[in-house]
C-alpha cells in the first residue's frame, strides 16, 4: 500500500508550485502590426494565434489548433514543442513524444518563437507525483519534457538516453538527478538509484531537494538500509519546510517508517502525528490509524530497561543501543558510608508505614547480599528515562483524539489517482520574469526588409529627380 501511495498522483489543483514561483501573472501578447500579420508564414500565424487563445484561457482552441498544424506538416519547430506540451497536458504521451521529437536539434532553436509572442508563457510540468517544476520553451525545457513523456509511456531506457545527452550539454541540475534516480528506482535498480539521488553539497532548500532525500531515503529503504535512509531524510526535513502539505506527508510518513525499523517507536509516533488527516487519501488515513494504535501500545508496555535504552537512542545516527547494564547505587568496597543508614518510613498512616516498613527491611537485606536493587520509592530511571516516560505519558493522553480524527478521514478520490493517464502532468502558467528574447519573427524581418527596400527606392527615386533637375 505505501509503495502505491508513493506512485499516485494528486490532481493538479491541490498542488501548489513550491519551485520557482515567479511573479505576478501576466498575460499580455506581443501584437503586431497588420502588415507584420499579412507577411507571416503559415506556421507563425497560427502559432500567434495558438497561444493568444492559451492567454485568453481558452485552451481547448488552442489546443485544437496547434495540433491540427503539427499533424499537416509545418517547417517551425515551435509548433511541434507547443503540440507536444499540450499532449502532455491531455495525458497522450506518445503522440508527445513524436512531437517533441521533431524539436531535437532543430534549428533555429524551439521556443524562440513562443517566447518572442508571450514572454511570460512557462509549463509547470509534474517532475514526481506532488512537485511541478517550471520551465521556459527553450531547448532544454523541450528535452526534459521529451525525458517525461518517455518516461510516462514506459520507455524508460530510452529516457535515461535522453537524461545522459541532456547532462552532458547543460550540467547535473536537480531535476536531471531527481527524474534519473527516480527512473532507476522504478527499474529495481537501486545501487544506481542511490548514486544518482545521493549529492556531497548542500543545494536549495526547495520542494526538489525533499523529494530528492526521499526518494534516496526509498531506494536504501529497497536495500534494507534503515538507517542510512532516516538519516537521509531527517535533515531534508529539518531544513525543507515551505512545500505543499501532501508532499510532506508523504516525506514523514517514509520517515516514520524508518525510524520503527530501527527500534524508535516515539520518533516514529512524533513524524507520523504531524501528518494531517485531510492530507492522506483514505485508506492511507486506516494504515496509519493501525499503526499509530500499535505504537502507542508498544510504548505503553515498556519496561524499565527499554525506556533507558530508549532515553540513550541516537537521533543522528538513528541508532539505539543494546541493553544497558544497571549500575548499582553504590559500591561493595565503600566502607566510608551507609548506603541505608539515611532510610526511615515517611509515611502517616499507619498501613501504608508498615507496609514501607517491610521495603526498607527488604531493601537492607539485598544490599547486604550485595545485590543491585532500586531504592524504595525511586523509579530506577535516569532523568533522560524519565524524560521519555513523561512523553510516553503525554503520547497516551493524545491519542484519543488523535484516533478520533483519523478514523472520521474520509476518502479523497483526488489524492491516490494511480493512473498517470487520469490526471494532468502540465500546466500553464504566466508568471515568468526573462525577457522576450531579441529574436524577431519571420513577419518581423519581412516588414523590415520590406521598409528598408521601400526606403532605398524612395531615395533613389530621389536622387534620380535631383539629378534630371540639375540637368534641366
Known amino acids: 500500500?505505501?509503495?502505491?501511495?508513493?506512485?499516485?498522483?494528486?490532481?493538479?489543483?491541490?498542488?501548489?508550485?513550491?519551485?520557482?514561483?515567479?511573479?505576478?501573472?501576466?498575460?499580455?501578447?506581443?501584437?503586431?502590426?497588420?502588415?507584420?500579420?499579412?507577411?507571416?508564414?503559415?506556421?507563425?500565424?497560427?502559432?500567434?494565434?495558438?497561444?493568444?487563445?492559451?492567454?485568453?484561457?481558452?485552451?481547448?482552441?488552442?489546443?485544437?489548433?496547434?495540433?491540427?498544424?503539427?499533424?499537416?506538416?509545418?517547417?517551425?519547430?515551435?509548433?511541434f514543442f507547443l503540440a507536444g506540451v499540450f499532449q502532455i497536458a491531455e495525458g497522450n504521451f506518445d503522440e508527445a513524444?513524436?512531437?517533441?521529437?521533431?524539436?531535437?536539434?532543430?534549428?533555429?532553436?524551439?521556443?524562440?518563437?513562443?517566447?518572442?509572442?508571450?514572454?511570460?508563457?512557462?509549463?509547470?510540468?509534474?517532475?514526481?507525483?506532488?512537485?511541478?517544476?517550471?520551465?521556459?520553451?527553450?531547448?532544454?525545457?523541450?528535452?526534459?519534457?521529451?525525458?517525461?513523456?518517455?518516461?510516462?509511456?514506459?520507455?524508460?531506457?530510452?529516457?535515461?538516453?535522453?537524461?545522459?545527452d541532456m547532462i552532458s550539454k547543460w550540467g547535473l541540475h536537480d531535476e536531471l538527478r531527481l527524474v534519473g534516480g527516480i527512473i532507476h528506482l522504478e527499474q529495481g535498480n537501486y545501487d544506481r538509484a542511490v548514486k544518482a539521488l545521493s549529492v556531497g553539497e548542500q543545494t536549495e532548500r526547495d520542494a526538489l531537494e525533499l523529494s530528492r532525500a526521499m526518494?534516496?531515503?526509498?531506494?536504501?529503504?529497497?536495500?534494507?538500509?534503515?538507517?542510512?535512509?532516516?538519516?537521509?531524510?531527517?535533515?531534508?526535513?529539518r531544513l525543507v519546510t515551505d512545500v505543499n502539505p501532501h508532499l510532506l506527508a508523504r516525506a514523514r510518513q517514509l520517515l516514520a517508517e524508518l525510524y520503527e525499523r530501527n527500534g524508535m517507536l516515539l520518533h516514529a509516533l512524533r513524524e507520523s502525528g504531524r501528518c494531517r488527516p485531510a492530507d492522506l487519501p483514505g485508506e492511507i488515513a486506516a494504515e496509519v490509524l493501525n499503526r499509530e494504535e500499535r505504537w502507542?501500545?508498544?510504548?505503553?508496555?515498556?519496561?524499565?530497561?527499554?525506556?533507558?535504552?530508549?532515553?540513550?537512542?541516537?537521533?543522528?545516527?538513528?541508532?539505539?543501543?543494546?541493553?544497558?547494564?544497571q549500575k548499582s547505587p553504590y559500591s561493595s568496597l565503600d566502607t566510608t558510608r551507609d548506603p541505608v543508614k539515611n532510610l526511615k518510613p515517611k509515611e502517616m498512616s499507619w498501613i501504608k508505614r508498615?507496609?514501607?516498613?517491610?521495603?526498607?527491611?527488604?531493601?537492607?537485606?539485598?544490599?547486604a547480599r550485595g545485590a543491585t536493587v532500586k531504592k524504595?520509592?525511586?523509579?530506577?530511571?535516569?532523568?533522560?528515562?524519565?524524560?521519555?516516560?513523561?512523553?510516553?505519558?503525554?503520547?497516551?493522553?493524545?491519542w484519543p483524539g488523535r484516533r478520533q480524527m483519523l478514523s472520521e478521514a474520509r476518502p479523497n478520490p483526488w489524492l491516490a489517482i494511480s493512473d498517470p493517464t487520469q490526471t494532468g502532468h502540465l500546466r500553464f502558467d504566466f508568471c515568468g520574469g526573462r525577457r522576450a528574447p531579441a529574436n524577431p519573427l519571420t513577419g518581423e524581418?519581412?516588414?523590415?526588409?520590406?521598409?528598408?527596400?521601400?526606403?532605398?527606392?524612395?531615395?533613389?527615386?530621389?536622387?534620380?529627380?535631383?539629378?534630371q533637375t540639375c540637368v534641366y
Open 376 to 398: 524504595p520509592g525511586s523509579t530506577g530511571l535516569s532523568d533522560a528515562g524519565l524524560d521519555i516516560r513523561d512523553r510516553i505519558d503525554k503520547a497516551e493522553r493524545w
Open 296 to 325: 502507542v501500545t508498544d510504548l505503553g508496555m515498556l519496561t524499565g530497561p527499554e525506556v533507558e535504552r530508549m532515553a540513550r537512542a541516537d537521533d543522528y545516527q538513528v541508532y539505539v543501543p543494546d541493553a544497558i547494564q
Open 445 to 467: 524581418k519581412r516588414q523590415r526588409l520590406l521598409y528598408a527596400m521601400a526606403g532605398a527606392s524612395l531615395l533613389i527615386f530621389l536622387v534620380l529627380w535631383l539629378l
Open 354 to 367: 508498615r507496609e514501607e516498613e517491610r521495603e526498607i527491611a527488604a531493601y537492607k537485606s539485598a544490599v
Open 1 to 79: 500500500m505505501w509503495e502505491q501511495w508513493f506512485n499516485s498522483y494528486p490532481d493538479l489543483k491541490l498542488l501548489d508550485l513550491d519551485v520557482g514561483r515567479g511573479q505576478s501573472p501576466n498575460r499580455a501578447i506581443h501584437h503586431d502590426a497588420a502588415l507584420t500579420q499579412l507577411l507571416m508564414p503559415h506556421d507563425e500565424r497560427v502559432l500567434q494565434q495558438s497561444l493568444t487563445r492559451l492567454a485568453d484561457q481558452d485552451e481547448v482552441s488552442a489546443a485544437a489548433l496547434i495540433i491540427q498544424e503539427a499533424a499537416a506538416g509545418a517547417l517551425l519547430p515551435d509548433v
Open 97 to 164: 513524444v513524436r512531437m517533441l521529437g521533431r524539436c531535437q536539434g532543430a534549428s533555429p532553436e524551439p521556443g524562440l518563437a513562443i517566447r518572442r509572442i508571450v514572454p511570460t508563457l512557462r509549463f509547470l510540468i509534474r517532475v514526481t507525483p506532488c512537485v511541478l517544476l517550471p520551465l521556459y520553451p527553450n531547448a532544454y525545457g523541450a528535452e526534459l519534457l521529451h525525458t517525461i513523456a518517455l518516461w510516462r509511456t514506459g520507455a524508460l531506457a530510452e529516457s535515461l538516453e535522453v537524461l545522459r
Open 215 to 237: 526518494y534516496l531515503a526509498w531506494a536504501h529503504y529497497k536495500r534494507e538500509e534503515f538507517r542510512s535512509g532516516a538519516r537521509s531524510l531527517i535533515s531534508a526535513l
